[in-house]
């Protein structure tokens, strides 16, 4: 083998390797979360600060660091290479994601945001997700999950005092339907860890095909809720750039097999967040929101 195509293939490894860190370490899904709060502020017309990303960051981070040590035994089934990387540098990123989220809680706690205690919910979510046991109910892992992502709208508009607009609702709604819809096809990757472990998912018990029509129909389910809410003059036009969101998720779940590559869940279907998060910024950009 030519020395050129050596370096090329331990170029493409290094690259791999990179991107495998980017997502075992947590990065890339805090900062899936944290796209959430630029695309609710750019579609509901509200002004950016920094604080709100920055919490959102943060506490993902600590969320999901903590959720791999309780998950760890599943992830060593359904993702040894996490499973391994989190033995390694596990401690290490909690105790930064800890203190980015005590960070998120001081600084809220210092400016006097409204509604402060709500930045305990984590806690809750990570209490009854792994410590109580609620994930081995019956689609109640994925609800959990929809329900803390669709979060960070609601928590947009709880910052900037007003939760209760239209925008933000729909926003709300939407990014807990089409979450819960991803942690269903999440649940394809898991299912010899989940089956080891005795909790019961979507695609446990109607099997991968199934979960991925399902998911597919229910993603256009959702879809249609959004028009009708733009034909019933709720949101205004602009909110038709949610179904380039609502594509990508359709076209992952047709496309979603239990033995891809962890590449494909961590960065491809988490990818959706940072792909419509920078679809709108350009847009608002260019002046077409």
């Given at each position: 083998?030519?020395?050129?195509?050596?370096?090329?293939?331990?170029?493409?490894?290094?690259?791999?390797?990179?991107?495998?860190?980017?997502?075992?370490?947590?990065?890339?899904?805090?900062?899936?979360?944290?796209?959430?709060?630029?695309?609710?502020?750019?579609?509901?017309?509200?002004?950016?600060?920094?604080?709100?990303?920055?919490?959102?960051?943060?506490?993902?981070?600590?969320?999901?660091?903590?959720?791999?040590?309780?998950?760890?035994?599943?992830?060593?089934?359904?993702?040894?290479?996490?499973?391994?990387?989190?033995?390694?540098?596990?401690?290490?990123?909690?105790?930064?994601?800890?203190?980015?989220?005590?960070?998120?809680?001081?600084?809220?706690?210092?400016?006097?945001?409204?509604?402060?205690?709500?930045?305990?919910?984590?806690?809750?979510?990570?209490?009854?997700?792994?410590?109580?046991?609620?994930?081995?109910?019956?689609?109640?892992?994925?609800?959990?999950?929809?329900?803390?992502?669709?979060?960070?709208?609601?928590?947009?508009?709880?910052?900037?005092?007003?939760?209760?607009?239209?925008?933000?609702?729909?926003?709300?709604?939407?990014?807990?339907?089409?979450?819960?819809?991803?942690?269903?096809?999440?649940?394809?990757?898991?299912?010899?860890?989940?089956?080891?472990?005795g909790i019961v998912t979507v695609p446990r018990v109607i099997g991968t095909r199934r979960t991925r029509l399902y998911s597919a129909g229910a993603t256009v389910v959702v879809t249609f809720g959004v028009v009708a809410a733009i034909w019933a003059s709720l949101v205004?036009?602009?909110?038709?750039?949610?179904?380039?969101?609502?594509?990508?998720?359709?076209?992952?779940?047709?496309?979603?097999?239990?033995?891809?590559?962890?590449?494909?869940?961590?960065?491809?279907?988490?990818?959706?967040?940072?792909?419509?998060?920078?679809?709108?910024?350009?847009?608002?950009?260019?002046?077409?929101?």
């Amino acid at each position: 083998m030519s020395d050129s195509v050596m370096d090329a293939s331990h170029g493409r490894s290094d690259v791999v390797d990179g991107m495998l860190t980017l997502v075992h370490s947590n990065v890339f899904i805090a900062l899936a979360a944290t796209s959430w709060v630029v695309t609710t502020a750019v579609l509901a017309g509200l002004p950016l600060d920094p604080l709100p990303p920055f919490i959102v960051f943060a506490v993902t981070l600590f969320v999901y660091s903590l959720n791999r040590f309780t998950d760890i035994d599943e992830d060593e089934y359904n993702v040894p290479g996490r499973a391994a990387f989190t033995k390694r540098y596990g401690r290490f990123l909690l105790i930064i994601g800890t203190l980015a989220y005590l960070g998120a809680v001081g600084f809220a706690l210092a400016f006097d945001l409204p509604r402060a205690e709500l930045l305990l919910a984590p806690i809750a979510v990570i209490t009854l997700y792994s410590v109580l046991g609620l994930k081995r109910i019956f689609l109640v892992k994925n609800l959990l999950v929809g329900i803390a992502w669709g979060g960070i709208p609601l928590g947009v508009g709880v910052y900037y005092g007003v939760p209760m607009d239209t925008e933000i609702l729909l926003l709300t709604a939407y990014v807990v339907a089409m979450l819960t819809i991803a942690a269903v096809i999440f649940d394809l990757k898991d299912i010899v860890g989940d089956r080891h472990e005795g909790i019961v998912t979507v695609p446990r018990v109607i099997g991968t095909r199934r979960t991925r029509l399902y998911s597919a129909g229910a993603t256009v389910v959702v879809t249609f809720g959004v028009v009708a809410a733009i034909w019933a003059s709720l949101v205004p036009p602009r909110y038709l750039v949610l179904l380039a969101f609502s594509a990508y998720v359709f076209s992952y779940c047709l496309s979603a097999d239990p033995d891809a590559s962890p590449l494909f869940y961590g960065l491809v279907v988490d990818g959706e967040h940072l792909f419509f998060a920078l679809l709108v910024a350009i847009l608002a950009a260019i002046g077409v929101l």
